[in-house]
Structure formats: C-alpha cells, structure tokens
C-alpha cells in the first residue's frame, strides 16, 4: 500500500467527521471537569495540605487525591487533542499537495488510540459513542 492510500484509510477510519465528534466530546468532558475541580471547595482544612478532591474510582470507591493532579491529567489530554488537531491538518494539507507524510500519519494514529483510551474514562456518559471504544 502506498502513501496515499495509506492516507485515505486513515482518514476514513480517524477522520473528520468522526474525529471532530469524539474531539468534540473529549474536550467538553475535560472542560466540565476543569471547571467542576478549580470550583470545588478543599476536603481539607489545613492550608499545609493540598488541596483534595473527591474522586469515584474503581466502579464506587472514594479516593481523596490532589486537585493539581487531575489539572495536570486534563492538561495532558488538551495537549494531545492539539497535537492530534495539528497532525490531522498536516495530513491533510499534506494530502492536497501530494506530499507524504508517513510520520505525520502515524503520530496521528497514535494520537487517536491515545485520545480513545482518555475517552474511555466518560464511557458512563450518555454522549459516549461505543464505537470511540479502542
């Protein structure tokens, strides 16, 4: 298979309108979360301690983990979905001016399993599509 056949199939497997949906969906789920643990009062109120949120894992247990961490858990996942973005458009300026971009399709690719398995972690919510499933 050559590179623009490649190209083709990824795009048709991973390409808009299906990657805009699930990009989509991703970016509002960590959106909610953002503003749900900036806005949350402290589970502690020891200003030496940091600042703790309640968190449901494991199907029902209740953990006490650092808001900072899951920030920065949703700051990994923006910078995937932008890097994602940002390799998508070089594929496909790419493909317009019959460039090959091996690398960049790749790197694609795996931005989307990557943006999968992040999306896996709202499959409980009703926009959850099983087909985003890896």
């Known amino acids: 298979m050559n590179e623009a056949e490649l190209t083709v ?3 048709a497997a991973s390409g808009p309108p299906a990657v805009d949906d699930l990009t989509t969906f991703l970016r509002k789920r ?9 806005s949350a009062p402290p589970a502690t109120t020891s200003p030496d301690q940091p600042r703790l949120a309640f968190v449901n894992v494991n199907g029902g247990t209740t953990a006490f983990l650092p808001i900072a961490r899951f920030i920065a858990h949703l700051d990994a996942i923006d910078t995937t979905l932008d ?3 940002a390799a998508l458009s070089n594929v ?8 090959e971009h091996s690398n960049t399709q790749a790197a694609m690719v795996a931005y989307m399993d990557v943006i999968k398995l992040h999306a ?15």
């Open 9 to 11: 199939r990824i795009i």
């Open 92 to 99: 496909l300026r790419g493909r317009e001016m019959n460039w």
């Open 120 to 134: 896996v972690e709202y499959a409980a919510h009703p926009d959850y599509r099983e087909n985003w499933r890896p």
């Open 83 to 85: 890097k994602h973005d």
């Open 30 to 38: 960590v959106a909610e979360d953002r503003t749900a643990l900036e």
